[in-house]
């Protein structure tokens, strides 16, 4: 099998596939009677023959090593992860290498960071790390096929970076 190590998830490396949404640097303004940092449009929706929506998901906790057997993308929008919870969360991508994913790359996110797909990016399915596995998505309604999957022939290992260490006993559940 194909080993990949899990990354920090930083807006550069991250950067030819999506944005990473989160709350570093200075407010781009403050608001509320001066009570709160706005970081404004933190992510560029794209979407196709259709409108941005929001959808809620719950998705079961995964575990790490993970193994990755297919990858999908959207060619008429793109996609935001927003979790409703402070765990980290797997996030999978890939480059396009004719018509198919290439090498993939892992991130994990902190506390306070989520992500956008850019349109047509490959990436793997939503992972939670813990449960509960709650994210407000940020995607393209529309009418049409907006889904594409590639099933690996050989089997991608995700692991773990080498400073992770084992989940407590209330987080994920193995699959």
């Known amino acids: ?19 990473v949404l989160d709350c570093t640097g200075t407010a781009d303004k403050i608001i509320n009677q001066g009570l709160c940092g706005r970081f404004h449009d933190r992510a560029q929706i794209d979407v196709a023959d259709g409108r941005a929506g929001i959808s809620l998901f719950n998705a079961q906790p995964r575990s ?39 090498t993939p790359r892992a991130f994990t996110t ?26 407000a998505v940020v995607d393209r309604i529309g009418a049409g096929d907006n889904l594409e999957e590639h099933w690996f022939d050989e089997a991608f290992i995700i692991e773990p970076a080498q400073h992770d260490q084992k989940p407590a006993q209330d987080g994920p559940i193995r699959t």
């Open 1 to 19: 099998m194909n080993q990949i190590r899990v990354e920090p998830l930083t807006a550069d490396a991250f950067a030819p596939f999506g944005d």
């Open 64 to 102: 790490l090593p993970y193994t990755l057997d297919m990858m999908e993308r959207h060619p008429n929008g793109s996609q935001a992860f927003i979790p409703m919870t402070e765990h980290p969360f797997l996030v999978i991508v890939a480059h396009d290498a004719g018509g198919k994913p290439a």
């Open 110 to 135: 902190t506390s306070g960071q989520a992500i956008n797909y850019h349109k047509n990016t490959w990436h793997g399915v939503l992972t939670p790390l813990h449960a509960p596995g709650l994210f």
